[in-house]
């Protein structure tokens, strides 16, 4: 049975559709650029940039608003850039002055493992 030719790609078909952001979200970029820089203190700006899903140059200005409001500080290590959280910084918005930052980091990562719990043994 001979071969059967392979169908060549259309060079104008449209690319696969990009699913659509939402119109609003509970949380800013900056709160998520915050996130985003808990998860990861040494991640680049691009990293950064594709999980928020915002520009690198929104990205850096964002990061330049945390730092200028203390809520992150830039440390050099080498010829890259890692960020420092101050988690005891408080929110912005009056309605929430009175909450720390730490309290939404801690709700997005999980909360830490306690000292005086052992952590869990391996399953063989």
């Known amino acids: 049975m001979p071969d059967s030719p392979v169908p060549e790609k259309d060079p104008e078909a449209a690319p696969p559709p990009v699913p659509r952001r939402p119109a609003w979200t509970f949380l800013t970029n900056h709160g998520h650029v915050l996130l985003s820089v808990a998860a990861d203190p040494q991640a680049r700006i691009t990293d950064i940039a594709a999980r928020v899903g915002i520009t690198p140059r929104s990205t850096l200005q964002i990061l ?3 730092e200028d409001g203390g ?3 830039r440390v050099r290590a080498g010829r890259r850039t890692r960020y420092a959280i101050e ?7 009056p ?3 009175n ?3 730490d309290g939404l980091i801690g709700l997005f990562s999980g909360p830490a493992p306690s000292p005086e719990v052992p952590p869990p043994k391996e399953v063989p």
Do not use: M, N, S, V
């Open 95 to 97: 309605a929430t002055a």
């Open 64 to 66: 330049k608003d945390l």
């Open 87 to 93: 988690p005891h910084r408080h929110f912005r918005h």
């Open 99 to 101: 909450q720390e930052i």
């Open 71 to 73: 809520y992150l500080h």
